[in-house]
């Protein structure tokens, strides 16, 4: 009679990374929106927290991210040009500018933070964007667990 | 040293300050306030002066007692011109003893600062070996950043030596001390910690001077240069601010323009 080996080690569970995503309401969320209501098939490790403008991105809001269980954080608003606003997106520009820098010597580099002007009629690149940045997650592994900026647990 | 004292005494004397703000003639060099002419014959200042005079600016105790004096080596004169550009300095109410080294180079009102800025220290770059360092830290992987300032995170006692030390921090409420919500944990462990620097330094980016007194108050020997130096080089290769040389310059966070940097935005 023929012995089956079965193995009873479950399988190690592959890494689903967390994604924050901070997004301004008029531009970002409707561009998901709209790739919601295309029906296109995305990754489904991105939390979205939607605020009104980019402008009011706090850096803050990146590191409460980390701290609490964020793998990585996405901040994605309007194109140049076009926010609401007039001009949160510039000023917001400036800021992630120097601190992404900050962020950087602490050893959360472009793996972990990115950035993205989606218009909302760009709901195929919002898709686009949401894999692409899984798939670099993914790589990057779990955010490093003895980071300082997360909250031990 | 000499010449230091006869200005500083003949300010208070022709009462044209009530008060000047310069270093004492012991050890460690504190902070000193001569309120009488007789006063100024324990002022002193040299190299191993770090405490950066401007920071009582901010004071209200030293405000109900404008006009005053401030001794002021470069970075202090910079800190001098960052608050008479973020309009924090009552017009006519402040005046520098400049000194560098072991020279004293006058008294100069706000104008007269940012004159002698320009025509003496135009040139003032940070130190390369605290660059050098930056850019070490940089050439580590980020596993290795994280355990070097988790390291350097964890020995904070959240004194806030380093806020009071700071001319640019002068809010009367600052960030770390709102509670609804809390945004920054107060206690004195890892994530707080490190909130509290990072965010520290980051609300000095485009203001602060480099003059070192964050660092040098702080009682855990904590390299928070290291973060401000990397803000200072962002901001000087990326939209060319070099704080404290304009009076009239706009906050660097504040101001934009159309044509900033965003090849990073995807
Ligand atoms: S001075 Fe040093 S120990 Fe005190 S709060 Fe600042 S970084 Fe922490
Ligand atoms: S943050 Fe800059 S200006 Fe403030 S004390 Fe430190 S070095 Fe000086
Ligand atoms: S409303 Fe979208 S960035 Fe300002």
Request: glycine residues 8%; hydrophobic residues 40%.
């Amino acid at each position: 009679m023929m012995k089956t080996e079965t193995s009873t080690a479950p399988a190690p569970a592959a890494f689903e990374p967390r994604i924050t995503a901070f997004v301004c309401n008029w531009c970002t969320y409707a561009g998901a929106d709209l790739a919601g209501t295309s029906r296109l098939q995305y990754a489904s490790n991105m939390r979205i927290i939607k605020l009104p403008c980019t402008g009011r991105i706090d850096p803050l809001f990146v590191l409460k991210a980390f701290e609490n269980g964020a793998d990585a954080v996405l901040v994605s608003g309007c194109h140049p040009g076009d926010c609401h606003y007039t001009s949160g997106n510039y000023h917001a520009r400036r800021r992630w500018t120097l601190f992404r820098k900050l962020l950087a010597l602490t050893g959360i580099g472009d793996d972990r933070l990115f950035f993205s002007w989606v218009s909302a009629a760009e709901g195929q690149k919002f898709a686009d964007l949401v894999n692409d940045v899984t798939a670099k997650v993914r790589k990057a592994g779990p955010f490093c667990a003895v980071h300082p900026g997360r909250r031990a647990s | 040293m000499k010449a230091l004292r006869e200005a500083a005494e003949k300010l208070l004397r022709e009462k044209r300050v009530s008060l000047v703000i310069g270093y004492e003639d012991r050890k460690g060099r504190p902070a000193f306030f001569a309120a009488k002419p007789e006063d100024c014959g324990r002022l002193a200042y040299d190299a191993s002066c770090r405490q950066n005079l401007a920071a009582y600016l901010g004071k209200p105790e030293i405000r109900a007692r404008l006009p005053v004096a401030v001794v002021a080596p470069p970075a202090v004169l910079r800190s001098i011109v960052v608050l008479t550009a973020e309009s924090q300095l009552p017009p006519g109410q402040v005046l520098a003893l400049a000194v560098d080294g072991d020279s004293f180079l006058g008294t100069f009102d706000a104008a007269g600062v940012a004159e002698l800025l320009r025509a003496k220290y135009s040139t003032l770059a940070p130190e390369p070996a605290l660059l050098e360092r930056v850019q070490g830290l940089l050439q580590k992987s980020p596993a290795e950043r994280a355990a070097f300032w988790e390291a350097e995170f964890s020995k904070c006692t959240r004194c806030y030596a380093c806020r009071a030390a700071c001319p640019g921090c002068y809010c009367s409420r600052c960030i770390v001390e709102k509670n609804a919500p809390q945004w920054i944990s107060t206690a004195a462990l890892g994530h707080g910690n490190y909130t509290w620097s990072v965010m520290r330094a980051f609300h000095q980016s485009g203001r602060c001077t480099l003059c070192g007194a964050c660092e040098a108050a702080c009682p855990q020997g904590l390299p928070l240069m290291l973060l401000n130096a990397v803000l200072d080089r962002e901001a000087l290769e990326e939209f060319g601010s070099r704080p404290g040389y304009d009076p009239e310059a706009k906050p660097l966070i504040g101001s934009w323009s159309a044509d900033d940097d965003h090849s990073y935005m995807r």
